[in-house]
């Protein structure tokens, strides 16, 4: 409200606060975009593609990639934390729409999915360099309480054995995406599915057939 | 009875046909008791182990090992031919022993263990050298109709569900043993284990309790 009052003082000038909102706004949009691209640039063309290649798809100049981002492991760093973020949000948004092991279920794909991201990030993630040390205290910090909690819930509702751990979990699926066995994505998503399935073998639901076929 | 007679000639020598046999059994001894002394240090020290450790622990000269191994890399292929035999030959074992479902279980873990080995083998299996190029026909030779028969055998009792493929299984438990997200022996039985029991997930003994805890 007070800055309502200050954007009627009729000079033709927008009141710094306001513009500092927008031009913060108007920074995240571009570094989402930016971010975005990256994730895809460094999924087709690896993790040395061209920083142009990067700045034409998120619709910015060079200048600003530089400017955000200026090493190349920043712009790695900050790509994989944001899909660490994505992966450990969209554990809350499923539990509010599905029962609790359709939930489970759903976020052990999506998690599925952030491997397949992480395994193209690799090479400059195992690289060694300072920039990317924090990040797995980050993953452990964010994915595995997602994990926990989602676990819990479909344990509470008997729809899930109680014995197995979220970390055991979390490292079997990364196995199944990431091996070089991994016979691609949808024999990863199979896998996973079967896993999913022993998850909730013995229980008071375990006689409902599957829902999905793993053909 | 023919060889017997022969031996019973009293010049103080054995016919040659018993010797022949005599000397065939000795050298089966000899190269079983090397290769599994082999496969012990390969798996403590390396397929670069030095001869005379495995000459020692098999108790043979060192010349016998270069007798029958000319190459490392024939030591090395005899060692996994060896091993992929043992693991395709302990399907019709179990299957001798158990019910279908227990028997498919136990060597899903037998497996596991193969791929243990495998893995300390890996350095020199992946290194291209043309004595290990037919391994990987031999062991789809025989170790996945091994597990086809006990998919089939255990589908048959009701016990497993019969969508699932032979080789995602087979794949999928090699990801799990020799990823570097594996946490050890302990964390592969565990997970192969969550694996099987997704096998039975919506069959008929899908109410039992699963025998084992996964903990």
Same mark, same amino acid.
């Given at each position: &409200? +007070? #800055? ?6 009729? /000079? ?19 570094? /989402? ?36 981002? $200026? ?11 944001? @899909?660490? /973020? ?5 554990? #809350?948004?499923?539990?509010? !729409?599905? @029962? ?17 991201? !992480? ?10 360099? $300072?920039?990317? @040390? $924090? ?7 964010? +994915? ?7 676990? !819990? #819930? ?10 197995? /751990? ?11 995406? &990431? ?5 691609? $994505?949808?024999?990863?998503?199979? &896998?996973?599915?079967?896993? +999913? ?7 008071? %639901? %375990? #006689?409902?057939?599957?829902?999905? %076929?793993?053909?």
């Amino acid at each position: &409200m +007070v #800055s309502d009052k200050r954007e009627d003082q009729g /000079d033709g000038y927008r009141p710094q606060g306001a513009t500092d909102r927008r031009v913060r706004a108007d920074a995240k949009r571009n570094i /989402d975009a930016l971010l975005e691209a990256a994730k895809v640039v460094f999924a087709t063309s690896g993790v040395d593609a061209a920083v142009r290649e990067i700045a034409e798809k998120a619709g910015v100049g060079v200048g600003t990639v530089y400017r955000h981002f $200026p090493q190349r492991s920043d712009l790695i760093g900050a790509v994989f934390r944001r @899909e660490i /973020d994505a992966c450990a949000d969209a554990a #809350s948004i499923l539990a509010g !729409k599905h @029962e609790p092991f359709e939930a489970l279920a759903n976020w052990m794909q999506r998690y599925a999915a952030f491997i397949a991201t !992480k395994r193209g990030l690799a090479p400059a993630l195992h690289s060694g360099h $300072p920039t990317f @040390e $924090p990040l797995r205290a980050y993953f452990e910090q964010r +994915v595995r309480p997602a994990l926990r909690t989602l676990l !819990k #819930s479909a344990a509470a509702a008997g729809e899930v054995r109680t014995d197995v /751990d979220a970390d055991d979990l979390l490292g079997a699926v990364a196995s199944l995406c &990431m091996s070089s066995h991994n016979d691609g $994505p949808d024999h990863a998503r199979r &896998m996973v599915a079967l896993l +999913v399935d022993g998850l909730r073998y013995g229980t008071k %639901s %375990s #006689s409902a057939r599957s829902s999905r %076929s793993l053909r």
